[in-house]
């Protein structure tokens, strides 16, 4: 009985050591494969991945394919054309709804419940549909309204202008929480009132002479923003903003320029620090960069858009370029005409970043009120294809931003989203967490010796899991034929050995991965 017992735990421990080899030798197994094979298939998928974000466009809402990515988390809302079961929207979110034609249904409510410390921006960035032409008054209309119908800032209105080109436009309006001048103080129900403009008059069944059809004929596709700004710790400090600044336009950057592909949309903008970048750009396309801006920066940019190889004649308004604050607020644009030759744009000198400027009557500097990513948005408009061909055509930015980073005011609060105000690390000097410039946003693979180091990294622990494995499997194998060959030699009793029998070899994938659901 007491060797029966005895074998019963010998078996009982062997088994044991044996199984836990296993699962070390498994494990390894699992490091190796998880390591090795999974590496070229998800460099592959980042590489897809990187170019579809930047050149891809989201789908609208009728599920045709559309010039704009939205992003990702957006939640899809119905916007009402009464307040009364108007939608409720919380700060920080994003979401995605659709205007229709203009008259009752192209004007739209969406409700906010606000307290009294925060200030509050909204804003909607509208996306024709493939296939609609607007016109030079077509645009979108933001109010932030209370509940006896009071605006309580400018409205914001945005047009397509001159370039009678269908792209993402942006506008925006906003409930401060600071200084005496602003109206909306009081806690309660606000609401949201998007409302497209300028299209009435092509509602009355006119065709454009290229057989698309109108823009007021079709709804536009929307993009919701809802950005909360807590109060100050202290209400004191300026009340006005600057009216002295460094307006001078800097000496232009040179040099070769470094590739970056733009984004479709404003979540998947591309990051641009100081320096100058190239990109190609086809007629009708929009392209998204961010630039990180900080407490007393500046920031200066030109758009050069390349010559044609072949084509004559002129289009007045080409090429167009537009500058939007943190919360998508529209800061400056400017414009360029385009013949075949090269052409360029630049934005006028812009004051530094200063929570003051919001107490400017001047968009380009009571825009300039926050630190975080300024968005450059370059259009070229549709009808350059038609005398110079689709392209793409070569563009050009140079970005500076000058001055030493400031700081920043103190809140009271987080804002919401949390790090809308804030600028990555690394600051305004480099494209943060993008590795280096040149080729990354075209390859997908990390470019340079950040995507050699980790490939060197990925052989490393590919080479430490196999050395491991041979060694555990030599060791395991080794043990198994001595306890054969004891086995032979003198069986056990056959309730002992039926305790310590060989288990059957696990299928590699059994321990230390993922079960599919």
């Known amino acids: 009985m007491g060797r029966r ?34 590496a070229g298939r998800a460099a592959a998928s980042g590489s897809a991945g990187a170019r579809t974000t930047a050149r891809s466009a989201g789908a609208a809402a009728d599920g045709t394919p559309g010039p704009y990515a939205f992003a990702e988390d957006a939640v899809t809302v119905r916007g009402t054309t ?70 309580c800032s400018f409205t914001g209105t945005v047009r397509f202008g001159a370039t009678q080109s269908p792209h993402p436009i942006a506008a925006w309006a906003s409930r401060e929480a600071s200084g005496q001048q602003y109206a909306c103080k009081t806690a309660g129900t606000y609401y949201m009132v998007v409302e497209r403009t300028g299209a009435a008059a092509a509602s009355s069944g006119t065709t454009a002479s290229s057989g698309t059809e109108p823009s007021a004929s079709r709804p536009w596709d929307l993009e919701l923003g809802y950005v909360s700004e807590p109060a100050l710790k202290k209400a004191s400090g300026p009340t006005s903003a600057p009216q002295a600044w460094n307006s001078a336009s800097p000496e232009a950057l040179v040099g070769d320029a470094k590739r970056r592909g733009g984004g479709a949309g404003f979540s998947g903008a591309a990051p641009l620090g100081q320096g100058v970048w190239k990109d190609g750009i086809s007629p009708g396309q929009t392209l998204f960069y961010k630039v990180p801006v900080d407490w007393g920066q500046q920031v200066y940019a030109t758009a050069d858009l390349g010559s044609a190889g072949s084509g004559e004649g002129s289009v007045g308004t080409a090429l167009v370029m537009s500058l939007y604050n943190p919360v998508r607020g529209i800061v400056d644009s400017v414009g360029s005409g385009y013949d075949g030759s090269q052409r360029s744009a630049a934005l006028d000198p812009l004051p530094p970043v200063a929570y003051e400027n919001r107490f400017a009557l001047n968009d380009r500097v009571s825009g300039m009120r926050f630190a975080g990513s300024y968005y450059l948005v370059v259009h070229l408009a549709a009808q350059v294809a038609d005398r110079f061909g689709d392209g793409p055509f070569g563009l050009t930015l140079r970005v500076r931003v000058s001055g030493a980073a400031g700081t920043g005011p103190a809140y009271a609060g987080t804002p919401s989203p949390r790090d809308v105000f804030t600028v990555p690390a690394g600051g305004s000097g480099s494209a943060p967490g993008e590795g280096p410039a040149d080729g990354a946003a075209d390859t997908g693979n990390g470019g340079g010796d950040a995507g050699r180091g980790g ?29 054969r060959a004891v086995r032979t030699a003198r069986p056990g009793p056959e309730d002992a050995d039926t305790a310590s029998a060989s288990l059957p070899m696990p299928a590699p994938w059994e321990h230390g991965a993922t079960r599919g659901r």
């Open 5 to 38: 017992t005895e074998g019963l735990r010998a078996g009982g421990r062997c088994a044991r050591s044996w199984h836990g080899r296993m699962l070390v030798a498994t494990a390894a197994a699992a490091v190796l494969c998880a390591t090795l094979a999974p």
């Open 82 to 151: 009464d307040t009364t079961d108007s939608v409720l929207l919380r700060p920080g979110r994003t979401y995605r709804s659709s205007v229709g034609v203009a008259g009752r249904g192209g004007r739209l409510y969406y409700r906010l419940e606000l307290g009294t410390a925060s200030a509050t921006y909204v804003s909607a960035t509208a996306v024709p549909r493939p296939g609609a032409t607007v016109s030079y008054s077509d645009g979108l209309k933001v109010s932030l309204q209370d509940a006896n119908g009071r605006n």
């Open 455 to 483: 490939a060197m990294k990925l052989l490393a622990a590919g080479g430490i899991g196999t050395g491991t494995l041979l060694v555990l499997t030599l060791g395991l194998w080794t043990v198994i034929a001595r306890r």
